[in-house]
Nanobody, 117 residues
Framework: QVQLVESGGGLVQAGGSLRLSCAAS????????TGWYRQAPGKKRELVAT???????NYADSVKGRFTISRDNPKNTVYLQMNSLKSEDTSVYHC???????????WGQGTQVTVSS
């Protein structure tokens, strides 16, 4: 019923920037928590950033000061602005939407981010 579609991934050089988008249909992102996760080969899944219904943001220590999560309510889209990218940021990035009141938890298909040295 709810669909999340990520976009914006690609290949960039270290120090560059990308903006990832998570576009939702079927559920209002402003009613729950949206998070960006990443998982590189051989590593456990990592929570990168979240934004709550109230707009509170949280970040993994590894990305603080470099990444910014935001939400555009009219577009029902959450973004992840990624600056000063490092090779260790290389991963598949997935967005997740959790709306506890509706017992809803949804994942997107993911978008690949590759950062070259």
């Amino acid at each position: 019923q709810v669909q999340l579609v990520e976009s914006g991934g690609g290949l960039v050089q270290a120090g560059g920037s990308l903006r990832l988008s998570c576009a939702a249909s079927g559920a209002p992102l402003r009613f729950g928590t949206t998070g960006w996760y990443r998982q590189a080969p051989g590593k456990k899944r990592e929570l990168v950033a979240t934004i709550t219904d109230g707009g509170t943001t949280n970040y993994a220590d590894s990305v603080k000061g470099r990444f910014t999560i935001s939400r555009d309510n009219p577009k029902n889209t959450v973004y992840l602005q990624m600056n000063s990218l490092k090779s260790e940021d290389t991963s598949v990035y997935h967005c997740n939407f959790n709306w506890a009141a509706a017992k809803l938890d949804s994942w997107g298909q993911g978008t690949q981010v590759t950062v070259s040295s």
